[in-house]
């Protein structure tokens, strides 16, 4: 299995779930956060200028799926979520080596 995390704009969020249920995923979880990143300036050069905020306002995305699935669904948030501009977000795939239920204590190793 792998989670997907993502940050995307807070705008784009309706985007991104109409997607997701369109591609009948298992479920996301969704969390505003604040962050900064290393960004762009004009010449391409990754720097931190005065013009760029101390923080941005993102929401972070998280999907567990199967590993089969992972790349469809990534493709998928980024295009639902991007605009074009600095600024749009980032996608990452990782993987989850086991999962345990709360309410059944039940246990997976999805490491093999």
């Known amino acids: 299995m792998n989670m997907i995390v993502a940050y995307i704009r807070p705008n784009m969020k309706e985007s991104v779930v109409e997607r997701l249920r369109q591609l009948r ?29 101390p923080y941005t306002h993102k929401v972070k995305l998280e999907v567990v799926c199967s590993e089969d699935r992972a790349d469809e669904i990534a493709r998928a948030i980024a295009g639902a979520a991007s605009t074009g501009r600095r600024g749009d977000g980032k996608v990452y795939v990782l993987p989850v080596q086991s999962r345990f239920d709360i309410r059944t204590f039940e246990t997976d190793d999805l490491s093999a």
């Open 25 to 53: 995923a298992p479920g996301a979880s969704f969390t505003d956060v604040e962050g900064f990143g290393l960004e762009a300036d004009a010449t391409g050069q990754r720097s931190y200028h005065e013009h760029v905020a």
